[in-house]
């Protein structure tokens, strides 16, 4: 079965700018999307198509994908953006989770 | 305003069944696919099922195949998720999503506890 993989956390200090990275087998072939999941609180999709906002999320979220791997990328990172964030893509009509990402703002 | 609201869950015995519903709202509920997504406790998003508008394509992930049956109905605005032979490692909040693209949401969750 189709895998993504995320590193299990990250860290960055307020203002600077975060990665967070998702691979996957040929990845770059296939839509990916990324949901933020704040403590107690239900996903909420941040990119989708790789690189594009949902109405609403700031342009400081940015996506990208191209081979195996894609990537979120927070510029500015502010405290309220210290959440668990997880890529997701469709392989055979199948969606597949990556493992999640917990971000620290510090 | 949209909003899902799952509601069923509970604690059900290893064997046990229930049924899930989540009720939409402030949309076109016939419009969209709708899924089903799962999460244990302290653990990651986990999906489970998809249906289309219509109710004409409907996926499940592996581990759920002949246990699990989604439906819905328009008429009423709700998603089901029939829920068989239950395992303890079924455990989880299940969210019910609309879409999994640019006009994705999700419900707050209703929890499931399989226990002895």
């Known amino acids: 079965s189709y895998e993504l993989t995320q590193p299990p956390s990250v860290s960055v200090s307020p203002g600077q700018t975060a990665s967070i990275t998702c691979s996957g087998d040929?990845?770059?072939?296939?839509?990916v999307c990324w949901y933020q999941q704040r403590p107690g609180q239900s996903p909420q999709l941040i990119i989708y198509?790789?690189?594009k906002w949902p109405s609403g999320i700031p342009d400081r979220f940015s996506g990208s994908n191209s081979g195996n791997t894609a990537t979120l990328t927070i510029s500015g990172a502010q405290a309220v953006d210290e959440a668990d964030y997880y890529c997701?893509?469709?392989?055979?009509?199948?969606?597949?989770f990556g493992g999640g990402t917990k971000l620290t703002v510090l | 305003e949209v909003q899902l609201v799952e509601s069923g869950g509970g604690l059900v015995q290893p064997g046990g069944s229930l049924r899930l519903s989540c009720a939409g709202s402030?949309?076109?509920?016939?419009?969209?696919?709708m899924h089903w997504v799962r999460q244990a406790p302290g653990k990651g998003l986990v999906w489970v099922s998809r249906?289309?508008?219509?109710?004409?394509?409907?996926n499940y992930a592996d581990f759920v195949k002949g246990r699990f049956t989604i439906s819905r109905d328009n008429a009423k605005n709700t998603l089901y998720l029939q829920m068989n032979r239950l395992r303890v490692d079924d455990t989880a909040v299940y969210y019910c999503?609309?879409?999994?693209?640019?006009?994705?949401?999700w419900g707050q969750g209703t929890l499931v506890t399989v226990s002895s």
């Open positions: 999503a609309r879409d999994m693209d640019y006009d994705s949401f």
């Open positions: 402030g949309f076109t509920f016939s419009n969209y696919w």
């Open positions: 249906i289309k508008s219509d109710g004409s394509i409907i």
């Open positions: 040929d990845l770059g072939n296939k839509y």
């Open positions: 198509q790789d690189d």
């Open positions: 997701q893509a469709w392989d055979s009509s199948t969606a597949v």
